[in-house]
């Protein structure tokens, strides 16, 4: 363990179907993260949440939700999604948003069918 | 633009030294981090360098030149269990970490 938990580990779902997934973290930070990570493609960042506040959206389609209800955890509400999103989806947290040491969770390998 | 480039692959043999070069583009550059990430694990952080110059912790170096928009990863000793892949982030002025698409490295016996 990392110190970001994120769960479920796998997730296969229909394109029809919404789910979410969940990640969190006591380690005090205050800054939390999503990343896509596809086979053969760099960490793509989707969402920067800093104090609760989302202050990054990379032009993520409007089919990936962030929710923040606190510092200490972060969801991806996920609803009709397509093919091309199976990846795994990684959460990271930093002490700030300036803090570039961030402590990534083990991810969710989704798999859209 | 905020691209960085690094190697996809390389290979060395236990006990030897490589280096895992990275450039990036200067655009509202801050920072350059490094990450580790074994095949199913979570991405691990290695370092940060914000000024010129070489950072050490124990077997891993990371140097920066911001002069020559220019980084590397020095890893020493390689052990079996450094197979992994590395990869480098550039951090920007607004807060956030841009991934390079990582090199793979391969320590063989």
């Known amino acids: 363990e990392t110190g970001v938990t994120q769960t479920p580990r796998h997730l296969v779902m229909g394109m029809t179907n919404k789910k979410s997934l969940k990640c969190e973290q006591h380690?005090?930070?205050?800054?939390m993260y999503w990343y896509k990570q596809s086979a053969k493609k760099p960490l793509e960042l989707m969402f920067v949440?800093?104090?609760?506040?989302?202050?990054e959206n990379n032009s993520v389609p409007s089919r990936f939700s962030p929710e923040c209800p606190n510092s200490s955890h972060l969801f991806l509400h996920l609803h009709t999604l397509q093919p091309e999103d199976s990846a795994l989806y990684l959460c990271?947290?930093?002490?700030?948003?300036?803090?570039?040491?961030?402590?990534f969770g083990s991810g969710t390998r989704l798999t859209v069918v | 633009g905020q691209s960085l480039e690094q190697p996809s692959e390389v290979t060395a043999v236990e006990g030897a030294i490589v280096q895992i070069n990275c450039t990036y583009q200067?655009?509202?550059?801050?920072?350059l981090s490094w990450y580790q990430q074994h095949d199913g694990g979570a991405p691990t952080f290695l370092s940060y360098?914000?000024?010129?110059g070489l950072e050490e912790t124990g077997r891993f170096s990371s140097f920066l030149s911001r002069s020559d928009s220019y980084g590397y990863l020095l890893l020493q000793e390689l052990q079996m269990k450094d197979s992994a892949s590395y990869f480098c982030a550039r951090a920007s002025n607004t807060g956030k970490l841009i991934f390079g698409q990582g090199t793979t490295l391969q320590v063989k016996p």
């Open positions: 360098n914000a000024l010129d």
């Open positions: 949440y800093n104090f609760k506040e989302q202050t």
């Open positions: 990271a947290s930093s002490q700030d948003r300036q803090a570039y040491g961030y402590t």
């Open positions: 380690l005090g930070h205050n800054a």
């Open positions: 200067t655009s509202g550059f801050y920072g």
